[in-house]
């Protein structure tokens, strides 16, 4: 089945500072989701991607859709303490598959 | 956040024991899943409903049963499980098992194996 990798696993930053998350397919993406978990909590959608190329914002995050549909990042200007958490991508397998994979996540933790 | 709730939140239970998780939807969703959720390793499918019929069943041991009244109910049910079935399990929906629509989670139920 299609997998998604995401990295890097882990990332420390000081606040104020910027992060980025990367998800990296080998097929190409019909489209990809992001979702957040904050610690002891469950995952929570936070946006979709369909077309090639797209970026949207929300805030202080930016997401981006590769060309090819083959990748997708998640950009954090100045990260704040309510940013912590771990950011998961997730993509469908393709036609006829209700199986949504989500990549492993990146773990942000935020040093005040 | 309301929209998918699970009971119960927390549960131990010992390798003999039977007991069954619930979730409920009141988002008006078609689709409901199960995930299970362990600390070295991603989510992981376990079971798809899309108008309370299985449409998918990603190899999970039968110890796992499903059960899927209506589109807003979803239980599964445990018996004799294993230690390393310790996990948090956590239920979602959407408005339909398509590549479109984001899932909605509940809190999960963090359950303990001893």
């Known amino acids: 089945g299609q997998q998604v990798m995401q990295i890097p696993q882990y990332q420390h930053v000081q606040e104020g500072e910027d992060f980025t998350t990367y998800c990296n397919s080998s097929?190409?993406?019909?489209?990809i989701q992001w979702y957040k978990q904050r610690p002891g909590g469950h995952p929570v959608f936070l946006i979709q991607?369909?077309?090639?190329?797209e970026v949207k914002k929300q805030k202080r995050l930016t997401f981006q859709f590769g060309e090819a549909k083959k990748n997708s990042s998640l950009h954090i200007t100045a990260t704040q303490t309510t940013d912590v958490g771990t950011y998961f991508c997730?993509?469908?397998?393709?036609?006829?598959?209700?199986?949504?994979?989500f990549g492993k996540g990146t773990k942000l933790s935020v040093i005040p | 956040e309301t929209g998918v709730t699970q009971t119960p939140r927390h549960l131990v239970m010992g390798m003999t024991n039977k007991k069954s998780l619930k979730c409920e939807q009141h988002?008006?969703?078609?689709?409901m899943y199960w995930y299970k959720q362990s600390a070295k390793k991603p989510l992981e499918l376990m079971f798809v409903y899309n108008f309370k019929e299985q449409t998918e069943n990603n190899s999970v041991p039968s110890r796992f049963s499903p059960e899927c009244p209506n589109s807003s109910h979803l239980f599964l049910h445990l018996h004799t499980l294993q230690p390393e079935d310790s996990a948090l399990y956590l239920c979602?929906?959407?408005?339909?098992?398509?590549?479109?629509?984001?899932?909605?989670f509940g809190p999960g139920t963090r359950l303990t194996v001893t």
């Open positions: 097929t190409t993406l019909s489209n």
């Open positions: 979602a929906s959407s408005h339909s098992p398509s590549a479109h629509y984001e899932q909605y």
């Open positions: 988002l008006g969703h078609n689709a």
């Open positions: 997730a993509a469908y397998s393709g036609a006829g598959s209700y199986q949504l994979t």
């Open positions: 991607l369909v077309k090639s190329g």
